[in-house]
């Protein structure tokens, strides 16, 4: 079976994160999510993040650093999770598709019930924030 090919943005700010609900009807629906979507044929990972977030958050990503890669089979799909870790960007996030959205504090995260793949981000976030701060 064929890998999709998401591109997905951990958005940061301060030491916050910006977090979508997925809408019932999507593919691991009911859950939280890092705002992102499918790489599109002829895209670069980073061109297809930028364009993802802009449509969904309506914000312009300047620089990101990739932060971790994941495939996780669900069963009914196989997915390959390409993660960015974002705090350069210009605007502030809305979500343009009607979706709720929220800021979170980095330490809560592990609260959210987020779909199975994201266990590894949400460890990674954690410890890219550790590092940050030992500087
Ligand atoms: N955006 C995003 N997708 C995730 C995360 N974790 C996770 O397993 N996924 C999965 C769910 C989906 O199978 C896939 C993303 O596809 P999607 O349906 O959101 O893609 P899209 O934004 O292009 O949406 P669509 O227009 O096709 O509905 O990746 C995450 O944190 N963020
Ligand atoms: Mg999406």
Known sequence: MSQIHV?????????????????????????WEFPGGKVEAGESTFQALKREIKEELAIEVHTA??????????????VLLDVWWTDA????????????????????????????ANKAIVESIQQQLNTIQAF
């Open 89 to 116: 960007f210009d605007g502030t996030p809305i979500g343009q598709e009607g979706q709720i959205t929220q800021w979170v504090d980095i330490s809560t995260l592990h609260q959210y019930e987020f779909p199975a």
């Open 65 to 78: 650093k990739p932060l971790i890669t994941i495939s996780h089979d669900y069963g009914d799909r196989t």
């Open 7 to 31: 591109a997905v943005g951990v958005i940061v700010q301060k030491q916050q994160v910006f977090i979508a609900l997925r809408k019932p009807e999507q593919h691991q629906g009911n859950l």
